[in-house]
Each structure stands twice: as structure tokens, then as C-alpha cells.
């Protein structure tokens, strides 16, 4: 999976290469210092930089789905989805979480991820993802929570994803709670990266643009986007989604997308 980065801030310490200005991608020289040099990886990972380019392992983001013809199941407990990550090149990100009962967000589950926020930067890790699609208690409960732990991962210098299935979750108390939860992440200065999934099964043959049919009577829809703090990098099946996405971001929901993030056997992906 590879990530593609927005311009960074001009100045950078002495040594770091910076990105092309034409396109912004990493050059291999910019590749290899960024993750040889502490101090340009550092740089990078600021929050005001949005540090996107990140290679993942078979884990991230739709883990509960079957890759290869395996079936990867999302997990929500720290130690066992580090125990389970398996060893990629370049910066990784933990994914905690995914659609079924074994990565539900509950208020205790999620209470147990932030307290293990140091753990996960000693693990090695440069950033945490969210896969959030089943969630159990109120929003009022649960949206403080969340801020809570992102907030701790911020302060333990972890960089901050949150990927989700479609607009919003598509499991939660109420439909009023996913609409609550999503425009709490909208609003968090301590996201890096949203992802909206624009897909189901995995196997369309096209971004599915359409909200969470969960909650869009209740107002989870693209709008609440517009607003959004965080960079939004869609997850969609193929490469060749991401220009039927980007269209379609641009007119209706006035964002520029940051990139995307690409579910397939390549496990590609470019921010």
C-alpha cells in the first residue's frame, strides 16, 4: 500500500528531501531518507504537515473481509492485532476494529486502545486507524471517547486515521448516534486521515457514492464532509475509482479529496 503526501510546510531540517512540486510523490532519495533520518521522519509526521504516505500491512482498514481467499478478521484488542501485524517496509499503521462483533467499538474497548497508546508507539507503529463500523453505546458516551483516544495518540506522536463504512457507521445505537459520531470526527483537529469506504462486497465495478443507508434519513450524508478537519483519502476497490470519486467529491461536496486508499489484492494505496 502506498501513500501519496499534499505539499509539506517549505521548510524542513537540514538534509530531509522534499517532495517534486509537480505531483507532490516521494522520490526514491526523499523515500529513503524520510525513513533513515529520526529527524526527518519526525519533521514529516507534524500534524500540520499531514503526513499521508504510509505502506501498510494486509490489516489496514477492511479486515473483516477475505483477501487471497484468507478471511481477516477485525480486531479490536491492541496486543492481539499487534501481535497479528505482520512485518511490512516503510511506516506502519495499527488498524483497530472492522465490521463484525470481534471489532465493535464499545465504551470499554475503545477505553482500553487509549490506555495503550505508548504501547503502540514502543510496538514500532507511526500511526493508529480507526476501522470504525460497529459501535455499541450512546453517542453522548461514545463520541468524547473517541476524541479522547485520538487525542491520546496524538500525544504519544502517533499520526491519526479513521476509515468507516461508507459516510458512517452502519452499526449503532441509532441512526441519530452515527450521524452524532461522524460530525464529532468532522469537527476533531486530531484526525489526520478519514476514509469513507466506497464499496461493500469488494468486487464492484464502481465507487459506491452513496451515504450509510443506515443513517442517511438522520443526516449522515456527504455534507458533513464539506467541514471535515481531517484529510479525506476514500477507500474504493480499484485505482481506476478514484477519478469518478474525485468528480464526484468536488461538485457535491465541494472537498478535494487527499488521495485514496485502494482495497484489492495489490493492497495499493496512494494519498
Not at 509526521?45 to 490489516?59: C, F, I, M
Not at 483519502?233 to 475509482?241: F, G, L, N
Request: aromatic share 8%.
Amino acid at each position: 500500500m502506498q501513500f501519496k503526501l499534499p505539499p509539506l510546510a517549505s521548510e524542513l531540517p537540514s538534509g530531509c528531501v522534499r517532495l517534486r512540486p509537480d505531483d507532490h510523490a516521494w522520490t526514491p532519495a526523499a523515500r529513503a531518507v524520510s525513513t533513515s533520518s529520526p529527524t526527518c521522519a519526525d519533521a514529516v509526521a507534524e500534524r500540520d504537515h499531514r503526513l499521508l504516505r504510509v505502506e501498510l500491512g494486509r490489516r489496514l482498514l477492511w479486515t473483516f473481509r477475505c483477501k487471497l481467499g484468507h478471511p481477516l478478521h477485525g480486531l479490536i484488542d491492541v496486543d492481539q492485532a499487534i501481535s497479528q501485524s505482520p512485518s511490512v517496509q516503510g511506516i506502519k499503521f495499527l488498524s483497530l476494529g472492522g465490521g463484525n462483533a470481534a471489532g465493535m467499538f464499545t465504551s470499554s474497548t475503545l477505553s482500553a486502545i487509549t490506555a495503550k497508546a505508548s504501547a503502540i508507539k514502543k510496538a514500532g507503529f507511526a500511526g493508529v486507524m480507526y476501522d470504525v463500523e460497529e459501535v455499541k453505546g450512546p453517542s453522548s458516551t461514545m463520541s468524547p471517547l473517541f476524541a479522547q483516544s485520538f487525542a491520546a495518540m496524538r500525544n504519544a506522536g502517533l499520526l491519526v486515521g479513521v476509515t468507516t463504512s461508507h459516510s458512517a457507521p452502519y452499526a449503532c445505537d441509532t441512526p441519530e448516534d452515527a450521524t452524532n459520531i461522524l460530525r464529532a470526527w468532522c469537527a476533531d483537529p486530531n484526525i489526520d486521515i478519514i476514509s469513507p469506504q466506497l464499496y461493500s462486497s469488494g468486487s464492484e465495478s464502481a465507487p459506491e457514492l452513496v451515504p450509510s443507508n443506515f443513517c442517511k434519513e438522520a443526516g449522515c450524508t456527504w455534507d458533513i464532509y464539506t467541514s471535515c478537519k481531517a484529510a479525506i483519502a476514500p477507500s474504493i476497490v480499484r485505482s481506476s475509482h478514484y477519478a469518478a470519486s474525485k468528480d464526484y467529491f468536488d461538485k457535491n461536496v465541494g472537498r478535494t479529496l487527499s488521495g485514496y486508499i485502494v482495497w484489492a489484492q495489490s493492497g495499493e494505496l496512494m494519498v
